[in-house]
């Protein structure tokens, strides 16, 4: 199991920390940002395929903003399979 820290861009969350098992995403946590739609998140992705994770909250957008905290969560997965 590989832990990873993301630093956030254009959001309120200020960092994703997870873990990667195999190609299974774990223990989503964010710092900062809108506490109860983020555990929310965390919760609904813990467990699931991180190709899947990136492609389904891949392109979200948080109102004006042209990204979105599950959207950064994608691109934290991206970089850390890199």
């Given at each position: ?17 997870f873990e990667i098992d195999g190609d299974v995403l774990r223990n989503v946590r964010f710092t900062g940002g ?49």
């Amino acid at each position: 199991m590989s832990e990873y820290t993301y630093k956030t861009r254009g959001v309120c969350a200020r960092q994703i920390d997870f873990e990667i098992d195999g190609d299974v995403l774990r223990n989503v946590r964010f710092t900062g940002g809108c506490d109860g739609n983020l555990r929310a998140i965390s919760k609904l992705v813990d467990g699931m395929p991180v190709d899947d994770v990136a492609s389904l909250l891949e392109g979200n957008t948080c109102g004006p903003k042209s990204t979105s905290c599950a959207d950064q969560l994608a691109q934290a997965i991206k970089q850390a399979k890199a």
